[in-house]
């Protein structure tokens, strides 16, 4: 009489290896001390700073918080894929001039001045994504160029002068307040539960997360790498598009200095937030958190009356620490891995 052994099926899905939980738990301390560091700076500041807890002050943050914070959400998706995207400060400044110009010079409306602008960041975009992924060209380079070429024509279109925009309400709702909230704050809102859902639980942001990890083996398995690193940088040529349209909108006029630096705050918040610069680590949560701190400490700074020279140099120690942070971290992450 012979017995047949059957193994019994798993209940469940397989745990996670200790690696990977201890990873994870990288991630959150990550997120739990920024938390930390940013409760923090507001007992500091409220106690330092007069004004600083005024809503009108906390009001003025989320707002700032927004400019960083619309394009970070791209720019971390960038980063994930082991990228990077230095274009942003001029990319949003010409937007805000293409804008302006649309709207008023050439006599095109409001909303095709809108649309084409946002078509024209997606292009832009695309076209650095492009360079990199059909000819290898490092998106750093790629970028740098792209820098170059949208801080001179945003400058030279202009004349280096603000460009005014029209009036009404549709601007003046851009550029204002929903429901008592900053309008660029409820559009980075609702752009984050987007972009938190496409990272998380969709095959494309389980596709950058892979590149980033490791693009060779991301195209052994299937992956189209060339498709996802031109969409991710025709993703953040939009969101600078958007940027600049909510930034011209606020300030009622396009302007080819604006947003000077912009790119160093939106890195910084990312790479505080807890991406790895390497790649294939990330997360928008983090980024977040990381927008809320530099736009507190750079709101403090102003408050306390600290020169703008010493600003850049504090803003400068703030992105250093923040790599180094970062490389310890992705060297534990790393450890882990292998253990």
């Known amino acids: 009489m012979s017995s047949t052994l059957v193994a019994d099926k798993p209940s469940g899905p397989p745990s996670p290896s200790p690696g990977a939980v201890r990873v994870r738990r990288l991630r959150h301390l990550n997120e739990v001390g920024l938390l930390a560091a940013?409760?923090?700076l507001y007992i500091a500041l409220g106690v330092t700073a007069g004004g600083f807890l005024s809503t009108d002050n906390q009001l003025g943050i989320l707002r700032d918080a927004a400019t960083v914070g619309i394009p970070a959400l791209g720019v971390t998706l960038v980063i994930i894929a082991g990228e990077i995207d230095i274009s942003i400060g001029p990319a949003v400044a010409f937007a805000s001039v293409l804008f302006a110009k649309g709207a008023t010079e050439w006599d095109l409306g409001l909303p095709v001045a809108l649309l084409l602008t946002l078509v024209a960041g997606a292009l832009w975009g695309s076209a650095a994504g492009w360079l990199r992924a059909r000819f290898g060209v490092p998106s750093f380079i790629a970028t740098l160029g792209l820098w170059s070429a949208l801080g001179g024509l945003a400058l030279y279109t202009t004349n280096a002068l603000p460009v005014a925009t029209p009036g009404g309400g549709f601007m003046d709702a851009l550029g204002g307040k929903i429901l008592?909230?900053?309008?660029?704050?409820?559009?980075?809102?609702?752009?984050?539960?987007?972009?938190?859902?496409?990272?998380?639980?969709t095959a494309y942001g389980r596709s950058v997360y892979a590149v980033g990890g490791n693009a060779a083996a991301a195209q052994l398995a299937g992956i189209p790498i060339s498709r996802v690193r031109v969409t991710l940088f025709a993703t953040t040529g939009l969101l600078a598009a958007l940027t600049g349209i909510l930034m011209a909108a606020r300030l009622g006029s396009g302007n080819g200095g604006a947003a000077a630096g912009l790119?160093?705050?939106?890195?910084?918040?990312?790479?505080?937030?807890?991406?790895?610069?390497?790649?294939?680590?990330?997360?928008l949560v983090g980024t977040m958190l990381g927008v809320l701190f530099i736009s507190v400490i750079a709101n403090g700074l102003v408050l306390l009356g600290v020169n703008s020279f010493l600003q850049d140099v504090v803003r400068g120690l703030i992105i250093v620490g923040a790599v180094l942070i970062n490389v310890v971290i992705s060297r534990k992450s790393l450890t882990t891995r292998t253990t």
């Not at 660029?184 to 539960?193: S, T």
């Open 263 to 283: 790119e160093f705050d939106v890195i910084a918040a990312v790479v505080i937030g807890g991406t790895a610069l390497a790649g294939g680590r990330g997360s």
């Open 38 to 40: 940013i409760v923090a």
């Open 180 to 201: 008592g909230i900053p309008t660029p704050a409820v559009v980075l809102v609702l752009l984050f539960l987007v972009f938190w859902y496409v990272a998380r639980r």
